[in-house]
T-cell receptor
């Protein structure tokens, strides 16, 4: 089925470890996004890529880096994980010009725990 | 700035009860408004949307009307089911810019 695929689904890291969250979409969307979801805070934008070759910071970018590898893939990297980065991470995609009508398509999330 | 405020949860209802989840927004332009639903352990799914004032979005028995005069987009359902138990997010996006703005989410539990 067409959609957004995130890997891994679950991960436990020790403080200071690094990891990369992977995201791929097969809908030929130009724009991709990384959000984190925390209790009582809803979804907060970490980084986004409006199109292949571009990335921009969102509301909470500190401690993260991203790479738009190609049109399909958008990865999120934690260089030195901290307990404050314990969260559920969602990747999403959309097509500029249709976002207002069709919204985002979300992946199923990565639940990350940093101990 | 642009933002969405939705009612605090959690909300617990008996099956077949009437549901309202309030959502108000602040926007610098003319937003499109959305409700997303998140079932346990899953990502967010689009539930319904409205792209201009007075539009009514509807899906699976849920409805919401875009009210520009009150800057609101309240979610309603006449008779909830146990399968409606989920977290509901109100959101807006503008034709300018690149992102959605989400509310904090309202957890709904429907008991038999």
């Amino acid at each position: 089925n067409a959609g957004v695929t995130q890997t891994p689904k679950f991960q436990v890291l020790k403080t200071g470890q690094s990891m990369t969250l992977q995201c791929a979409q097969d809908m030929n969307h130009n724009s991709m996004y990384w959000y984190r979801q925390d209790p009582g805070m809803g979804l907060r934008l970490i980084y986004y890529s409006a199109s292949e070759g571009t990335t921009d910071k969102g509301e909470v970018p500190n401690g993260y880096n991203v790479s738009r590898l190609n049109k399909r893939e958008f990865s999120l990297r934690l260089e030195s994980a901290a307990p404050s980065q314990t969260s559920v991470y969602f990747c999403a995609s959309s097509e500029p010009g249709t976002r207002a009508n069709y919204g985002y398509t979300f992946g199923s999330g990565t639940r990350l725990t940093v101990v | 700035g642009d933002s969405v405020t939705q009612m605090e949860g959690p909300v617990t209802l008996s099956e077949e009860a009437f549901l309202t989840i309030n959502c108000t927004y602040t926007a610098t332009g003319y937003p499109s408004l959305f409700w997303y639903v998140q079932y346990p352990g899953e990502g967010l799914q689009l539930l319904l949307k409205a792209t201009k004032a007075d539009d009514k979005g509807s899906n699976k028995g849920f409805e919401a009307t875009y009210r520009k005069e009150t800057t609101s987009f309240h979610l309603e359902k006449g008779s909830v089911q146990v399968s409606d138990s989920a977290v509901y997010f109100c959101a807006l996006t503008l034709n300018t810019g690149n992102q959605f703005y989400f509310g904090t989410g309202t957890s709904l539990t429907v008991i038999p």
